[in-house]
Antibody, heavy 121, light 108 residues
Framework: EVQLVESGGGLVQSGGSLRLSCAAS????????MHWVRQAPGKGLVWVSR????????SHADFVKGRFTISRDNARNTVYLQMNSLRAEDTAVYYC??????????????WGPGTMVTVSS | DIQMTQSPSSLSASVGDRVTITCRAS??????LNWYQQKPGKAPKLLIH???NLQSGVPSRFSGSGSGTDFTLTISNLQLEDFATYYC??????????FGQGTKVEIK
C-alpha cells in the first residue's frame, strides 16, 4: 500500500524546536517533489514548504522563512521539516504530501495522516 | 501570490441534492486547479485535477469545470459520505500553492 506517515509532532514551548519526519512506504520518494501543508485547529489548509526530487531546491512560505527547513534523505525514503523558533500560531496538524506531476496537471495526490504540533505560550 | 476564494463558506443540503461550489482565482490559473475533499479528523483526498479530471476511484457524481479564474465543483445526487469540507487549490503559479478557504457541506 502506498502511504506516507508523519512523526515527531508534540507539545513544545514557544521558542522551542521540533523535527518532523515523513516516511514513505509502497513507493519511492526520490522521483517526487515533496511538500508540507498545515492546518490550524478549525481552519483551512495552508502550504508551508516544498523540496524538489533530489533535494537541491527548497521553498518556504514567508511566515516560516528563516525558522523552518525542509530536507530529505532519499536513501531512507524520508522527508523532514526542522522547525525552530516555534510560535503559538504554528500550532497545527502538519501533513506531508507528495506532488504528482503529469503533462497537463500537478496535484497533491498522496497525503499522510498528519502529525499535531502544539506550541504553548 | 494568487488568492483563491471559495463560495459559499458552508451550505446545507439533503441526500440526493445537486450541490455546486465555486472557486475564483485572483488571476488566471488556466486549468491548473484541483479539488480536495476532507472529512473530520482525516487528511484531504484529491478528487479532481486539472479543473475537470476525476482522480482514479472517485465516483462519477463529482465533476469539475472552468478555466482561467472561475471554477465549479458539482456533486450530483449527494450521498451521506459526501458531507465534508471541500477545498480548491491552484497549481499554476507556485510557490506558494494556495488553497481556497474551504466549503463545508452539511446535512440539512
Amino acid at each position: 500500500e502506498v502511504q506516507l506517515v508523519e512523526s515527531g509532532g508534540g507539545l513544545v514551548q514557544s521558542g522551542g524546536s521540533l523535527r518532523l519526519s515523513c516516511a514513505a512506504s509502497g513507493f519511492t520518494l526520490s522521483g517526487h517533489w515533496m511538500h508540507w501543508v498545515r492546518q490550524a485547529p478549525g481552519k483551512g489548509l495552508v502550504w508551508v514548504s516544498r523540496i524538489n526530487d533530489d533535494g537541491t531546491s527548497t521553498s518556504h512560505a514567508d511566515f516560516v522563512k528563516g525558522r523552518f527547513t525542509i530536507s530529505r534523505d532519499n536513501a531512507r525514503n524520508t522527508v523532514y521539516l526542522q522547525m525552530n523558533s516555534l510560535r503559538a500560531e504554528d500550532t497545527a496538524v502538519y501533513y506531508c504530501v507528495s506532488l504528482t506531476v503529469a503533462v497537463d496537471y500537478s496535484a497533491f495526490d498522496i497525503w499522510g495522516p498528519g502529525t499535531m504540533v502544539t506550541v504553548s505560550s | 501570490d494568487i488568492q483563491m476564494t471559495q463560495s459559499p463558506s458552508s451550505l446545507s443540503a439533503s441526500v440526493g441534492d445537486r450541490v455546486t461550489i465555486t472557486c475564483r482565482a485572483s488571476q488566471s490559473v488556466s486549468s491548473h486547479l484541483n479539488w480536495y475533499q476532507q472529512k473530520p479528523g482525516k487528511a484531504p483526498k484529491l478528487l479532481i485535477h486539472g479543473a475537470s479530471n476525476l482522480q482514479s476511484g472517485v465516483p462519477s457524481r463529482f465533476s469539475g469545470s472552468g478555466s482561467g479564474t472561475d471554477f465549479t465543483l458539482t456533486i450530483s445526487n449527494l450521498q451521506l459520505e459526501d458531507f465534508a469540507t471541500y477545498y480548491c487549490q491552484q497549481s499554476h503559479s507556485t510557490p506558494p500553492d494556495t488553497f481556497g478557504q474551504g466549503t463545508k457541506v452539511e446535512i440539512k
